[in-house]
């Protein structure tokens, strides 16, 4: 059987390595799972998740000029289904008391009192002082 980029074969782990896994996918053909694509989380140790002799479903990712096969597991797995987008309440200004113009005067407020902080710091780093008065 040929195998092409993009087909889906079962195949059994032969060795376990740090960096991914062999697969042997029949006909005397192997390829590696490079530890990127084990699993959809992130893998530390190969062999938390395969061990020697287990069937495996390998999809085929690609196949280099020297023959070398590239095969991933997480790719062959079922797409997740999508999580919905988690709901936030509705506010409207009326109900909270938070219209435009109140947020925009609380930014101010806190920008000038941050403002003047910064200010205050530098003048005394710059060893800036205060003229005193005269009298």
Known sequence: M????????EGQVTGITKFGAFVSIGEG?????????????????????LTEGQTVTVKIIAIEENGRINLSIKRALPPEPAR???????????????????????????????MSDLKHQNDRRSGARRPKPRG
């Open 2 to 9: 040929e195998y092409g980029v993009g087909d889906i074969v």
């Open 29 to 49: 053909k192997s390829g590696l799972v490079h530890i990127s694509e084990v699993a959809n989380t992130f893998v530390k140790e190969v062999r938390d998740y």
């Open 84 to 114: 919905p987008a988690p709901q936030r309440p509705v506010s409207t200004p009326q109900s909270t008391g938070d219209t435009f113009e109140d947020k925009l005067k609380l930014f101010l407020a806190d920008s000038n009192s941050r």
